[in-house]
Structures are given as structure tokens and as C-alpha cells.
């Protein structure tokens, strides 16, 4: 087990060795903290690896200069000069929140950008502010479109954060597909099967290997098949990768650069890097902010109230089980696969510091 | 078979006789035929009795008074005084439009409406002034969270509409669930099971009885189930209902007025009738508006050109499907099913106008 200090300052060492500087290396270690200590390790330490190898086949940006390229009164495109995601993400949801507390909402599109974490943390940082926040991305494209075998997607999340008043805020953060990709590598780590429904062969048949997609291979969208509503999940994905990347002129759909060093950079491009699009909207552009927090209050009792199906404690509310988690880790330590340590630690002596495995 | 214009010629005449000023009686019957005309037969003739019998109930303002309660320069909300949920909207739309035009972008959350026909309609309103629309709206609750047997949210869809050049636009239009309400009253009236995944009964338990909302049963999220991520359905539902309720001051969740008169009116309250939301985003806001065009036409056509699993001809665009629906009802005319037509008769007979079952 590992604190969350620990990890913190070895993850701030890691990115500065690499070139970061020591503020922009406070801003990714705090989203990749915020993954770990909310349980989704998918997103947290794992992903350390995957940003050293890109960094050390170059195709990481390590003094970006992350600008506003074109804006209106409450919209902006950010060009995050290939930077770590984190980086041009928390910056571009700042310009959204700024504009917002001046007109109302701020709405933002990201490109030449690169894999930003979880979507929650930049959606959550508009609570502080009383205002909603909404945090998506394009990501390397895994997932295929319904009634196709070409993965052309990401798994492109959506998160959603809207302040409460006595009760802790909701906090909606998802892929738009059965399962999140980091998921797959975490069951492939373990030695697992997957459920089916998560993913399909080369050729469309429904798979239970995780690692499938190296095989030429594709995840399925959230619906899981066309019956269940697998189309919905493809528009949910289509509209994230057209809002990241069309209106901010990144690389869409099956263009997007991999998140990985061990896939190659495609030769043709359609636009510049990831692409994220980020919004903030004051709840007092609606409601007075203290009846919109009291209203907000009682939808989540409403829902917390709840009849729930025999042998489940409670119906939860977005972003409970990630508070549930989080009180768990605080008190018992962030828990590291030992592959993935091991990883952690042969990039620090590559580095010339220090990792402890445990 | 009926033709477009005779049953747009009928709609209008059936809301005039109920009341309605003709210029709302227009706008009403264009989102009527708009389902029709995309085959969405759900939402299209098949509710006119509902509106009819909310109507006979006194549960509908034939004369609102529709005006904006509460604003800023680029948000408002809509308060729709009782009225045809389509008149609210198409007006709540045009507003967030309006604010657009001047400052990016325009968001409305509408309250004290009712059921406002087809999601698409409206997103699809921002196409012509070359923006991207977005439509939500919460719903009679009928739906599960994840894990509850308590039907506490409406099917609540997401509409989104996306400019193309010489393509057509792109338009995802689509329930929170597997499938749509609608679609199950569809099934009833065919007599026809609908597959596992659909809905539960009071006890939770799977079932194919697409009337088993009438016994206490309920509809599940996108997903389906857990292990296929219906916690995300759940979300998605959730945040709808959220931006459409809690944002506009409309009743949330289990609190939404039935939009069948069937169901009695719910004593308790938390907010005034249904509620929506509605967003327009200037795509020039982000992109010159040719540029953003042209890559758009790009994204549709990488898409066109995904790989079909075996056995299926292409891979579709959102908005493909209605579209191909469009083409083959404006040559063959409105199919409306004998049930839908014979009440159709009694409705006109009672207003006395005609309707003549074909």
C-alpha cells in the first residue's frame, strides 16, 4: 500500500525528469491521484508507463505552449501544442470556467492534445465555483460503430459534475461504452476474462479476451448490442469525438494518435493531436444558487429514497461509489499491482530516482 | 396511407378545436408530422389521444401565456405555463438560438411544459442557422435506476444535430434506454413480446411483457444491466432530468406529470409540469463555419466508410436511418395502425370534424 503523498511527489518527480515544469508536473499528478484515490486505477499509476515510453519516442510535448487559437464571448478552441492531456485540459477548463463567470456558461474545445485521465477531475473542478462542469474526449479509436468490425472510436468518456447544497455533489463520469479501456488492461494484468458484450473478433464474433484487441480486435459501444440499444452508445461516442475534434480541429475517429508507445503514430492526420471539449455553466444562470441547491438536495434524497431490488443495500447516486472508495483508500493506503509497480520502479532507475516497491 | 399534409391538416384542426391559436396549432402539428415523416410512428399520431384526454382532463393550457422568468446574456429559462409541450419548446429553442446568434451559444431550460413530441425536432431546428442543436427533455416516470425496482425516471432522450456541408446533417436522436416508450405502446398495440433487457416487473425481475408498466413493472436504462453498464443509462437519464428540472424549477424524476391521461396527477409536487433543455452552439463559434463544414463532411464520409460486420450492407451516419424512413414515406405515404386510426375517428367525431379511416 502506498499513500497518496507518496505517489503524488514520485508522480511530479517522473514528469519533471522528463522535461515538465514543476507546475505543470503539480497539475498531472493531481489528476492522476484524483484516479487512484476515487478506485479507478485504470486511470491512475498504470498510465505512468504508457506516458514515459510516449515521451521517450518523442511524441510528447514537455514545454507546450497551450494557447487560445479562436474565441467568442463564451467559446474558445485551445491548442495544447502537444502537451500531456492533463496539462492543456486543466488549462482549458480554467478559460471555460472564467468565461462562464462572466456570460453565464464557457464552452471549450481542445486539440493537439494528448490522453487527459479521468474525465471527472475537470468536471469537478467547476463545483468549487458553483457552476456545472462537463468533461469529454476523443481517444485512440478501439471501439466499432454498430454493425461494424473497424474500430474507429474511442471510449470516448462523458462526465458530468453539478454542485448540491448538504449533500455531497453528483458525479457522473463514464465511457460510452460497456466497460473503459483501462478496464480491459487491468482484467488482461490480472490473467481474467471479460464478460461478453464488452468486445468482438476481427470479424464481429463476441469475444471474452481481454487482450483481443491487439489481435485486430474492437470494444463494442454502451448498449452493447444493436437490440439493447448499441446505436444509442455509437451516437453518444460520435457526438463526443465530433464536439473534441471537429470543433477544435484535433484528429477524429480512427485519426486520433494512440494513448500507447507500442502502437504507431498513423501516418495521416486529419487535424492536430486528441481532442477534449469542456463546459462550465453557473447554476445561477438558472436558478438563484441557494434554490438550486436545495432543489438539487432533494433529488438526490428523492433517488437516494429509492426502493431497491432484493439483496442491494441502497440505489446509489452518481459519484457515490467513488466517495465510498475514496474513504476506503484514505484510510487504508492506494493498493498497486505488483506488475505495475515493478513497471513504476524500472522507470525510475531509468530516471535516476527513486520508486519502493511494496 | 395517408398523406403528410392531410394529416398535418387534421392535427391542426384537432388542437384549434381544442383551443389552441392557430400559429400554435402550426407548430404543434410540425413536430407531429416530423415523427411521422422520419418513422418514429411512436411519437407521432399514436399520441394525439393522449393529448386529447390530458386535454379533456383540463390538464393542458390551450392559451399560455410562454415567457422567459429568469436570464443571462447567453442562458434563460422558460417557464411554459401548461402548454402543448411542443409549443413551449419549438419557442424555448428559439430563444437559445437567438442568444446564440449573438454570443456562441444559447442554453434554455424550460419548465411547466408537457410531453414535447420528438427530441430531434428541435436540435434539428439549429441546422438551418448553422448550429449545433441540442435537445433534452425529463419524462413520465417510468424507468429504474440501476439496481431499484422504483420507476423514478422518464425515458428521457438526447438529441443532438450537426451541421455537414454537402453531406446531410448528423442527427442522433435517441432514449436513455434500450428503446423508447413509445415504441413499447407500439408493441402492445401489435400484440407483439418485446426482448429481455426492456423492462422488469415490481419485483425487478426480467420480463417480455411490453404492458408490464401498467402492473407496477419498469423500464431499465441504456445497458441494460450492470455488468453492461446500465449505472451509465443511469446517468445520462439523470442528467436530463437534472438540466430539464432542477435547472428550469420543473418537477424532477417520479414527480414528472404523467403524459397519458390514464394516469392520475400526482398530488405531490416538486416544480411546475415537465421540463427541458435545449442548447445552440454557432459552429462558427469554434471553426469558420466552411472549415468546420468541410471536416464534418469528413467525419461522415472516414464513417461511410467503416467496414460492415458480414451480412450487413453499410455501416450508417446518425440521421442515415430516418432519413432512408423520409424517403419511402414522402413516396408511399403515413402509415397510421387501424387502432391509432379508429381513435382518431371517435377524436373528430367528438370535436366534430372528419377523419376518414383509409
Excluded at 81 to 94: K, L, N, Q, W, Y
Excluded at 136 to 165: D, E, H, K
Aim: hydrophobic share 40%; charged share 20%; glycine share 10%.
Amino acid at each position: 500500500m502506498y499513500t497518496e503523498k507518496y505517489l503524488f511527489n514520485f508522480t511530479c518527480k517522473v514528469f519533471m525528469k522528463m522535461g515538465c515544469p514543476e507546475t505543470d508536473a503539480v497539475m498531472i499528478a493531481k489528476v492522476f491521484m484524483a484516479a487512484e484515490m476515487r478506485g479507478l486505477s485504470s486511470h491512475g499509476m498504470i498510465r505512468i508507463k504508457d506516458y514515459y515510453q510516449l515521451w521517450k519516442s518523442g511524441r510528447i510535448n514537455v514545454k507546450p505552449n497551450v494557447a487560445v487559437v479562436h474565441e467568442t464571448p463564451c467559446t474558445a478552441v485551445v491548442d495544447g501544442d502537444g502537451s500531456v492531456g492533463m496539462v492543456a485540459a486543466t488549462r482549458s477548463m480554467e478559460i471555460a470556467m472564467q468565461k462562464a463567470a462572466k456570460l453565464g456558461t464557457g464552452w471549450v474545445s481542445t486539440r493537439n492534445s494528448n490522453h487527459y485521465g479521468i474525465a471527472g477531475y475537470y468536471a469537478m473542478m467547476a463545483l468549487q465555483k458553483d457552476m456545472i462542469g462537463i468533461s469529454m474526449t476523443n481517444a485512440n479509436p478501439l471501439v466499432a460503430p454498430t454493425f461494424s468490425v473497424s474500430p474507429m472510436l474511442g471510449t470516448n468518456p462523458i462526465a458530468v459534475a453539478i454542485p448540491a447544497g448538504k449533500h455531497e455533489p453528483f458525479v457522473a463520469d463514464f465511457a460510452t461504452t460497456p466497460i473503459a479501456r483501462g478496464k480491459l488492461a487491468v482484467a488482461e494484468k490480472k490473467g481474467e476474462k471479460v464478460p461478453y458484450g464488452y468486445v468482438q473478433d476481427r470479424e464481429g464474433v463476441p469475444s471474452d479476451n481481454p487482450a483481443i484487441l491487439k489481435e485486430g480486435g474492437s470494444m463494442l459501444t454502451l448498449g452493447g448490442d444493436y437490440e439493447h440499444g448499441s446505436h444509442k452508445g455509437y451516437c453518444l461516442s460520435a457526438v463526443v469525438d465530433i464536439l473534441s475534434a471537429v470543433c477544435s480541429g484535433a484528429n477524429f475517429g480512427p485519426f486520433v494518435p494512440p494513448s500507447v508507445a507500442y502502437l504507431p503514430v498513423r501516418k495521416e492526420k486529419v487535424g492536430e493531436g486528441t481532442g477534449h471539449f469542456f463546459g462550465a455553466m453557473r447554476i445561477d444562470a438558472f436558478q438563484k444558487a441557494d434554490v438550486f441547491k436545495a432543489k438539487m438536495d432533494e433529488w438526490i434524497q428523492t433517488f437516494r429514497n429509492a426502493h431497491p431490488v432484493h439483496g442491494i443495500e441502497k440505489v446509489l447516486i452518481p459519484g457515490d461509489l467513488e466517495r465510498e472508495k475514496e474513504q476506503k483508500i484514505r484510510k487504508e493506503g492506494i493498493s498497486v499491482l505488483p506488475a505495475i509497480a515493478n513497471d513504476l520502479e524500472q522507470i525510475a532507475l531509468d530516471l535516476g530516482i527513486d520508486f519502493s516497491v511494496q
